[in-house]
Structure formats: C-alpha cells, structure tokens
C-alpha cells in the first residue's frame, strides 16, 4: 500500500464524500433551505412580483393583440382570427402564471442572496424608505426578462401550430366560397 500523508488523504476523503452525496441524492440536496425560501417569498410578495409578472404577460400580449386589431376581414374569418387570438393568450397567460413561475423566482433570489441578505431586504423594503426604493437592479431585471424569454421559447411551437391551424382554415374557408353552391 503506498502511504499517503494524511491531509493529501483527507482531502481527498472529503471531495469522494461530496461527489458521491451529490450523486446519491441529486441537486435536490444543494437546494435551499425552507426558511432561505420563506425569506425569497417574502420578499416576492413585498415587491409584488406576481403583478409585475401579470404586467410582463400584458406587455408580452400587446403586439399581438393589435397585430390582429388591425386585420379587417369578413365576420368567419374574423371568427377564426378571434379563436387564434383566444389560444395564443391562454398559452402565453399560462406559460406566464404566477403559479408556473414562482418557484423559478425563489430559486434566482435565494442563488443571488442569502437568507441573512434577504431578511434584511425584507425589512427594509417593509419600511418607507424601503416602499418607495423597490427599483431591481438592471443585471437582476434582465434575469426575469430571460425567465420570461425562455417561457415564450417553450410556447413557440404550439403558437406556430396554433397559426398553422388559422391558415388552414382560412384557406378551407376560401375553398369553400370558391366551390358552387348546389342551387335549392
């Protein structure tokens, strides 16, 4: 047996410990603890984070809406418009919910800051100065908007699908209007 000098062995004891915990038990296990999220949702609620998430979705639907705002077209085709309309904002209000993206919120603050940094931020943001302050940081924001990014990524086929469906129809309407009708 070769003879390794203890702390070269510790240390290598200690890093086979971490990996092979790691690999046992998942990423879960570096999670943060419940009271480190409890401070980050406490934070999330004194910042109103689900209305600024609602405004991102109404900022989000806007061009879309007035894309198809602006289409004139007969009342079936306009029918068909407003059903492709209806699908799209669900998805994009779904991908966007509160509840779909909560816990990727809880997860940025508690990366970003620690517990102790969180409860101080609660209790400054909990006073005046603190009430008028609520202005993220522009890295911070930018975070949120990619949150917000990869969401609408992750709807992008089914809106492309959701098109898709429109046209066909569109065209199934045209074919219709072009093809006589039987005289009764």
């Not at 009271?35 to 999330?44: G, I, K, P, T, V």
């Not at 306009?78 to 990727?104: G, P």
């Not at 046209?167 to 005289?183: G, I, S, W």
């Amino acid at each position: 047996m070769i003879f390794i000098p203890f702390k070269q062995n510790f240390q290598y004891f200690f890093l086979l410990l971490v990996v092979s915990i790691f690999t046992l038990t998942g990423p879960k296990a570096l999670a943060a603890p419940a009271s480190h999220n409890a401070a980050a949702e406490e934070l999330l609620r004194i910042t109103n984070a689900s209305n600024r998430l609602n405004g991102m979705t109404a900022q989000i639907l806007a061009p879309i809406r007035s894309r198809f705002s602006m289409v004139r077209t007969d009342p079936e085709r306009a029918k068909l418009f407003r059903r492709h309309l209806d699908e799209v904002t669900a998805l994009v209000s779904e991908q966007m919910s509160w509840e779909n993206n909560k816990a990727a919120f809880i997860d940025l603050y508690t990366e970003t800051y620690t517990e102790a940094e969180l409860e101080e931020l609660n209790t400054f943001l909990k006073s005046p100065l603190g009430q008028k302050f609520l202005s993220p940081k522009p890295e911070f924001n930018q975070r949120v908007a990619a949150i917000a990014a990869e969401n609408i990524e992750a709807i992008k086929p089914q809106i492309k699908a959701s098109e898709e469906r429109l046209r066909a129809d569109l065209a199934n309407l045209t074919k219709a209007e072009k093809t006589p009708q039987p005289e009764q």
